[in-house]
């Protein structure tokens, strides 16, 4: 069955960064595009950045952009998401999630809380 497994998470101070990995398998992952979303406390899921199945794309929200990066290892079935200059605001469970959508296939997600 369809599978996505984020990790990565974690407590950090502003300013720091994380990298986020998400292993996915039960489906040809090369072949689908795939976001980064994120719920923060009390509030709704939020997209935050899209990849297109060959990692040649990639689309961010204002709010990180600049300071995430996402990319893929299509050979690993692997995304990954690298958070530079953390701020408070990025407190929130990040998931993956497979195509354009942030209603498609997800993970568990993996908490990441910015905090000094």
């Known amino acids: 069955q369809v599978q996505l497994v984020e990790s990565g998470g974690g407590l950090v101070q502003p300013g720091e960064s994380l990298k986020l990995s998400c292993v996915v398998s039960?489906?040809?992952?090369?072949?689908?595009?795939m976001t980064w979303a994120r719920q923060a406390p009390g509030k709704g899921l939020e997209w935050i950045a899209q990849?297109?199945?060959?990692?040649?794309?990639?689309d961010y929200t204002e709010s990180v952009e600049g300071r995430f990066t996402i990319f893929r290892d299509n050979a690993k079935n692997t995304l990954y998401l690298q958070m530079n200059s953390l701020k408070a605001e990025d407190t929130a469970v990040y998931y993956c999630i497979r195509g354009f959508s942030v209603g498609g296939a997800r993970g568990q997600g993996t908490q990441v809380t910015v905090s000094s």
């Open positions: 990849i297109s199945s060959g990692g040649t794309s990639t």
């Open positions: 039960g489906f040809t992952f090369s072949t689908y595009p």
